[in-house]
Nanobody
Framework: QVQLVESGGGLVQAGGSLRLSCEASRYTFSSVTITWFRQAPGKDREFVAASPATGGTFYTGSVRGRFTISRDIAKSAVYLQMDSLKSEDTAVYFC??????????????????WGQGTQVTVSS
């Protein structure tokens, strides 16, 4: 069982920055892939960025170069640094986890563990 707690959402102007945190508990953190998804009103939940258990990072095209995902093993946390925010980044952001490495990082059904979500609102 992996428990996830997100924090760091809020309201920011376009061009600004926010950092989201996802703290994981009750599992060997180094064995867990943690991924950020987001869901805008009326839209499906979409992949944002992944921090695989095996290392490396993956991003969806619309955030590449603006968002940075990082992992702090000592704190059992994954962060999503979001810079140059745009109004289209407005969504509820969720972190999700799975043990090991999923077959496809961008499919929600690959992740059995989810956080409660944190709202990010970017005003234009």
């Amino acid at each position: 069982q992996v428990q996830l707690v997100e924090s760091g959402g809020g309201l920011v102007q376009a061009g600004g920055s926010l950092r989201l945190s996802c703290e994981a508990s009750r599992y060997t953190f180094s064995s867990v892939t943690i991924t950020w998804f987001r869901q805008a009103p009326g839209k499906d939940r979409e992949f944002v960025a992944a921090s695989p258990a095996t290392g490396g990072t993956f991003y969806t095209g619309s955030v590449r170069g603006r968002f940075t995902i990082s992992r702090d093993i000592a704190k059992s946390a994954v962060y999503l640094q979001m810079d140059s925010l745009k109004s289209e980044d407005t969504a509820v952001y969720f972190c999700a986890a799975t043990i090991g490495t999923p077959k496809s990082y961008d499919l929600t059904h690959q992740y059995p563990y989810w956080g409660q979500g944190t709202q990010v609102t970017v005003s234009s």
